[in-house]
């Protein structure tokens, strides 16, 4: 397909699958067609980080972040700069998301860059956030970027929360 958010759909579904190569190939052909989408950015980031490129994938957060100026990129910039090991200019980062208005996605991301920074406070401050924004997914039981929070009891019952919101949700749609 030459059709930006298919090419972008694709690499999101080879992201998922494991298949990073082919999901970096995508959304760089999406990024490609419209380089000022910052969608697009967002998820060759995701890729890239999937191939363990963290400069790359800090490069495609920033763009994201740049052309977004919305939580969602800018936080998951904080988490890539956190993750080379740029302390101080991912806690400068995730301050600047923080200060802008709440998303589900921007919530959550600032949970992981907290849980990955080790303050296991604000990561919980987060992630309640994004739970009260959305029904939260039990994926996020085993998102690698909450491994600090694993067994924490605060956790493992808000996880318990969301599971029973997410079911419930189900149920009342059918």
């Given amino acids: 397909p030459i059709n930006a958010p298919v090419l972008s759909d694709l690499g999101v579904f080879y992201h ?6 082919e999901a970096v190939a995508r ?18 980031g995701r890729a890239l980080k999937g191939e363990n490129d963290l400069q790359g994938a800090a490069d495609a957060e920033s763009r994201a972040c740049e052309l977004g100026r919305s939580q969602q990129p800018c936080a998951a910039l904080a988490i890539g700069l956190l993750q080379l090991g740029r302390d101080a200019e991912a806690r400068a980062q995730a301050a600047r998301a923080k200060a802008m208005p709440d998303s589900l996605a921007g919530t959550y991301n600032l949970a992981c860059f907290w849980a990955l920074a080790g303050d296991r406070d604000q990561a919980l401050q987060f992630l309640r956030s994004s739970y009260g924004i959305g029904p939260g997914a039990a994926w996020i039981a085993s998102d690698p970027d909450l491994a600090s929070l694993h067994g924490d009891p605060e956790f493992e019952a808000l996880i318990e929360e969301m599971k029973r919101r997410f079911e419930n949700l189900g149920k009342s749609g059918s």
């Fill in 27 to 44: 959304t760089r052909q999406a990024v490609a067609l419209e380089p000022f989408n910052w969608y697009f950015y967002h998820q060759l």
């Fill in 16 to 21: 998922e699958a494991g298949r990073q190569r």
